[in-house]
Structure formats: C-alpha cells, structure tokens
C-alpha cells in the first residue's frame, strides 16, 4: 500500500457564471491535463438569493457529463428534448450530454434562502461524444452512506466502496464520487485505484493530508496587514490534487472535515474546448458552433 502525496492545493476561486450566478470554481478551461476525465468543478454555494435566482439559463452541451449534487435547497431543470424535474437537498443528477442538449438550470433556496450545491464536468471519450443524450437522477434516499466503527461517514453516490455500490451507473470513465465526513480528531485512509487522477474538496471543518514524508495540510494563501505573505490553516473550499498511489490518508482538525473524493481513470485524448461544448478537434467543435447557428445542433 502507498498513500497518494498531495500534488497540489489550490483554493477555490470567485467567478460569475450563466445570467449572474456567484460562485466558486476549483478548476476549469485551459489545461486541465492533471485532473482528466475531469474538466471542471464548481462550488455555487451562497445564503443570498440575490446572489443565484438569475441562475442558468438556456444554453448548449455536447460532448460531456454534467454532475449536479445538491446539497441545499433546489435546482430546476428543464430540456430541449421535454424533460424537466427538480433536484432537492442531497440529491443528485448526472447527465449525459452526448450529441447535443439544450437546457437551463434554476437554483432556488431553503426557508433561510441558502442554496449550496456542486457541479463536475467530466469528459467522454471519442466514441461516445455523439451517444444519445441521457439523464439519471437520483433521490437522495437512494444514495447508500456507510458508517465505519470510528464514526467515518461515506456516501456513495458512484462507484464501489466499503462494499456497497452507487446509483448512478454507466458512465465512460468509471469514476467514484464519494462524499465524506471523518470526524474530529481521527485519521483515515480511504482506497484509490492506482490508475485514477484523484482529488479531494473541502467544504466543512478541516484537516490534514499525509503522504509518506510529511503532512500537507489544507491551507490557502493571505496577507497579513503589513502585506506580507503567510499561511493560514484552512479547509473550506479548498482543493486537494493527489499525485500516484492506491491510498489517501486524511487527518480530520478539531471540527472534523468533510469533503467530496472523486476519482477517474483519464482518457488521455485531445480536448478541443470551446465552453460548453468539448470535443476532440477544433473542426468538431466549429461543427458544434455552425449547426448551433443553423438550428440543427439537436439531432
């Protein structure tokens, strides 16, 4: 057994997205080689509804998987093929863009108006860029969690793990997402293929990861008042990249630490980026523009 070094931390980033939304991108856009199939991760986490009603309206994809998971109050959706539904606290939806989808996204909040949700992209590969467009949403009583004797907590929502299978099934890169708490104080190690790129993100308490040599913890940059650069010891919306190994060990802080581990095995093919649309050649992608243009992007 080795445990996977921690490659890199970076602290999610404040950007706008769709008609206004504020959120929190961990990664996204240009190269994101170290985190294939993956391609972008989004924290649109906020307590002010003034900061996510406008939310996401129509737009285009193609040539991916969008994974919502949704963690407070509720995200609507509707598509160009007719389908339409609303995810709710814990649920998830994981949908195949394939050939081409229309659709738009609406976050609403809870009582307190807070709204606190994910969204990954993951890539497909060449084969399946022009598969038909599907949907799996799930129920949040259909996510099995497992609880360790120690009081470690582990939703399941894709892939295998202490026994048990996740809903969603199907998906090209056979990825695991995981969600899990590990409480204060205590020290676990979670099993990681060693062909997979994997990583980890804080969303609630703290803690510490350890490779073989020394800790690394979870921490973002700041200045102090005189302008100088210093560490500080954080957990929230921090992201974890893992280099090589089958293990991560976590050290949970005082409050504990929660966080999503998701891993996949990468594609390793070319990506030609143009937003929300990804394929493999920039003459697919102009393709993908052309017919968006001429009304014939839904087949």
Same mark, same amino acid.
Do not use: C
């Given at each position: ?115 606190? $949700?994910?969204?990954?992209?993951? *890539?497909? @590969? ?6 038909? /467009? =599907? &949907?799996? !949403? +799930? ?19 894709? $892939?295998?793990?202490?026994?048990? *299978?996740? @809903? ?6 056979? /990825? =695991? &997402?995981? !969600? +899990? ?40 940059? +700041? ?77």
């Amino acid at each position: 057994m080795s445990i996977r070094p921690v490659k890199r931390i970076v602290q999610a980033q404040p950007t706008l997205e769709g008609a206004g939304v504020h959120l929190r991108r961990a990664f996204g856009f240009g190269n994101t080689s170290d985190f294939d199939p993956f391609l972008l991760f989004d924290d649109f986490r906020n307590d002010n509804p003034e900061a996510y009603k406008k939310g996401f309206p129509w737009h285009p994809h193609r040539g991916i998987e969008t994974i919502t998971y949704v963690l407070a109050g509720a995200v609507t959706h509707s598509d160009s093929l007719g389908n339409n539904g609303a995810l709710r606290s814990g649920d998830v939806q994981w949908m195949t863009a394939g050939r081409g989808i229309l659709h738009q996204e609406m976050p609403f909040g809870d009582e307190q108006g807070r709204m606190h $949700g994910f969204q990954l992209w993951a *890539n497909l @590969p060449s084969s399946l860029k022009m598969t038909s /467009p =599907r &949907y799996q !949403d +799930v129920k949040s009583n259909e996510i099995p969690t497992v609880t360790d004797d120690d009081g470690t907590e582990v939703r399941i929502i894709i $892939g295998d793990f202490w026994g048990k *299978n996740g @809903p969603v099934d199907g998906i090209a890169a056979d /990825p =695991r &997402y995981l !969600d +899990v708490y590990v409480p204060p104080g205590k020290r676990k190690k979670l099993k990681v293929e060693v062909d997979r790129h994997a990583f980890a993100y804080i969303f609630d308490g703290e803690g510490t990861f350890r490779d073989a040599s020394q800790p690394q913890d979870v921490r973002r940059e +700041v200045l102090d008042t005189n302008g100088n650069e210093r560490l500080e010891w954080s957990g929230n919306r921090s992201l974890v990249l893992f280099d090589n190994g089958d293990e991560v060990s976590v050290q949970a802080g005082d409050k504990g630490i929660r966080f999503l581990l998701v891993s996949g095995a990468p594609l390793n093919e070319p990506i030609a980026w143009g937003g929300p649309i990804v394929m493999n050649t920039e003459a697919e992608l102009r393709q993908a523009f052309t017919e968006l243009r001429n009304g014939t992007f839904i087949k």
